[in-house]
């Protein structure tokens, strides 16, 4: 029987739940970022963005996304007073007497819900399919879920309804109540109701739920499901089919034959549990999502070991999440033979304290990036062919020993990060657009302590390392040879120390950007400075220690600083005369850069990389093979004319041999040491 006051209150609460709604949010993204580990939050409003939508613009712009404001715009318009006529709608509907014109009200009201998350997901499709091509990540299209989490590069986004959507979806169940009270119904038609009700809710929490469909788990995935914790399969040589999931401790072994293969599909082997060990297995054919960061390995528990793998043909390598203690060790890891910008981490590291990283050689990927996994422990590794060779983002207490990197856009960069040992490595050809062998950005209490750094478009670039200069960087010890510039920093750096390094013929020994002298810096202590090869001065017989201070600049350097393009002039005539009029007419002369008061007199050790390379000793000798040419000219047409002229004079100088040899002669003003 009709309950028609019971269907006017369900039918007025419709209507009052749909108002209501347009105050509260419909849907929400919160995007996590390393500067803002806290997240950001974009709500999703009917009829405008609010939040932290402008912080995530800032930040969206990285990777080429349009800001959030710039989608849907009519719709928004459109919003309340399509809201507000749907509300009156609900209100009426129990005193219609015509049922299908109540039907229809409530298929409008239904379909509300809907246009919002279809018209939503339209637009995240077109954004995430239409990126500016000038952003400075270069990423392929990807597309954003309506709901659930991703990663786009290195944010991460976890999206999904909110209060708004829920008042919504609630008005609807009491306009249900309200249809199936008001009026004449057949026995069929609360049922119906119910079920259309009921498929319509299961559709609109169900078809933009995260995750991706797999197949039926593959042989191998039983055999790690029928395991006991702790056990040890071995794996025969062959091809097993993945992804594969371990979600128990326990050691897969493949003694080097074990092939694991995802076909291009997601990520190879996820590890969910603590305590397992990876040995001895060919882990290939990740997927190539940058959003669901497809890898070889992820791993998401403690104490992971993966040791003696070949990893390759994959996105990300590694990928370490809220992993602490783990251990990769001997491991050759190469990503997808793709461009640069689209490929991913060889190993990335989040939230993952006191790794150690061993004897591994990481090939053809982007970044190994570790983000705030303090402790961390990179030694002897090989990496070749990436963007940046190591990376570190809010990582302190690490320790950097014994690797090379080489043929990289950067070897290492160091960012944010305090109490890092980096010693004994070797950064050479790292040779990016903006390139160098080391970088400092923003780091306290670095020590980088006998490293060569050799052939680099810079050896070393400093900024603003320290923050403070009571936390000083030290670098003993280092060999910095035949870079374009050995160490660049910016005008206002402070606090680093350098003592016992050899700056050994690079192109410009030191650079500061944008120009002017540098202040704060200590370049000598306890009476030990650094070995300058373009030194000037001179010293006594068995002396360590030149007797003038060796200043740091010329004309041309100074201008190069200023204009960076001038250094294509380098080594040329107008080079030389610009120097020489510096130090001709005081006028002229450039302030100097530095002052080491203590110059070395010889390199303080024998490093490696010492011998030039033929193109570097070209470069080095031709200006002058150019200068000497007229003299030379000169000198032969002189020989010709005195030949001619008859045998020289008995007693004058001839091809016999030198008139005059001098051998250990040195030149000393004041008194004897």
């Known amino acids: 029987m009709p309950d028609r006051r019971m269907a006017a209150w369900a039918g007025r609460g419709a209507g009052i739940l749909l108002l209501l709604s347009l105050a509260f949010p419909y849907w929400q993204a919160e995007v996590f970022a390393p500067q803002y580990p806290g997240g950001l939050r974009a709500k999703m409003y009917a009829f405008r963005v609010g939040g932290d939508a402008q912080e995530i ?22 919003s309340v007073p399509v809201a507000v006529t749907l509300a009156f709608l609900c209100w009426i509907l129990a005193g219609l007497q015509r049922r299908k014109l109540q039907w229809l009200i409530f298929l ?10 279809a018209d939503m997901a339209y637009w995240m499709r077109y954004a995430s399919t239409h990126l500016d091509p000038t952003a400075p990540l270069k990423i392929k299209a990807f597309t954003i879920p309506i709901w659930g989490s991703g990663t786009i590069a290195q944010f991460r986004s976890v999206v999904g309804p909110q209060a708004g959507f829920y008042l919504v979806l609630a008005a609807l169940v009491l306009l249900a109540v309200a249809l199936a009270r008001s009026g004449q119904t057949t026995s069929e038609e609360p049922r119906q109701a119910r079920a259309l009700l009921g498929a319509a809710l299961a559709a609109l929490l169900g078809t933009s739920a995260p995750g991706r469909a797999h197949a039926e788990p593959p042989p191998l995935q039983e055999r790690i499901a029928r395991a006991a914790p702790g056990a040890v399969i071995d794996l025969a040589p062959g091809v097993y089919r993945a992804p594969i999931v371990i979600d128990k401790p326990l050691t897969l072994q493949g003694q080097g034959k074990a092939v694991i293969h995802a076909n291009g599909q997601g ?66 890891i190469r990503g997808k033979p793709i461009d640069l910008g689209q490929r991913g981490d060889l190993v990335r590291l989040w939230y993952s304290d006191r790794p150690v990283m061993r004897r591994n050689r990481l090939t053809a990927g982007r970044d190994t990036v570790l983000w705030f996994s303090n402790g961390s422990v990179f030694e002897d590794n090989v990496v070749e062919g990436g963007r940046y060779g190591l990376h570190f983002m809010y990582t302190h207490r690490a320790r950097v020993a014994g690797n090379r990197f080489f043929d990289n856009s950067v070897g290492a ?30 780091s306290d209490a670095v020590a980088v302590l006998d490293n060569v750094f050799v052939n680099n478009r810079q050896g070393v670039f400093i900024d603003q390392s320290p923050t403070v200069p009571e936390e000083s960087n030290r670098w003993q010890g280092n060999l910095i040879a035949f870079n374009d ?56 017989k068995g002396a360590l220690v030149g007797r003038v201070p060796h200043s740091a600049g010329n004309a041309f350097e100074n201008l190069a600083d200023h204009v960076p393009f001038a250094r294509f002039f380098a080594f040329t005539p107008a080079a030389q005369a610009l120097d020489i009029a510096g130090r001709a007419f005081p006028i002229f002369k450039p302030k100097p850069k530095l002052v080491d008061p203590a110059p070395l007199l010889a390199p303080p050790f024998q490093g490696q990389g010492t011998e030039k390379s033929s193109f570097q000793a ?26 001619r002229g008859g045998a020289p004079p008995a007693g004058a100088p001839g091809d016999a041999g030198p008139v005059l040899e001098v051998a250990d002669l040195r030149k000393s003003f004041g008194p004897q040491e």
């Open 108 to 117: 409008a009201v239904l379909a509300y819900p809907f246009a919002f998350v």
């Open 267 to 332: 990520t190879v082997i996820t590890v969910r549990a603590a305590g397992v060990t990876l040995d001895g297995l060919v882990i290939q054919g990740s997927g190539e999502s940058l959003l669901y960061e497809d890898s070889g390995v992820r791993v998401e528990a403690p104490n992971a070991r993966i040791r003696n793998c070949r990893i390759e043909d994959v996105l990300f390598g590694v990928f370490l999440t809220n992993a602490p203690d783990a251990v990769l060790e001997d491991n050759v």
């Open 485 to 540: 510039i050995g160490v660049a920093m910016l005008p206002g750096v402070q606090g680093n120390v350098f003592t016992r390094n050899a700056f050994n013929d690079n192109l410009q020994q030191v650079s500061v950007q944008g120009g002017g002298p540098l202040r704060g810096n200590l370049w000598a202590e306890n009476g030990r400075g650094n070995y300058w090869s373009d030194y000037v001065g001179y010293g006594l």
């Open 618 to 643: 070209a470069a080095m000798r031709l200006p002058l093979a150019i200068l000497a040419l007229p003299v030379l000219l000169a000198t032969a047409l002189e020989r010709k004319r005195r030949v």
């Open 57 to 78: 613009d800032n930040l969206n712009h990285y990777i080429g996304l349009s800001r959030l404001d710039q989608f849907g715009r009519l719709e928004r318009i459109a």
């Open 413 to 442: 960069y160091v960012m944010y990060s305090k109490d890092v040992v980096i010693e004994k490595n070797r950064f050479e050809k790292n040779r990016g657009p903006s390139g160098s062998g080391l970088g400092l950005k923003e």
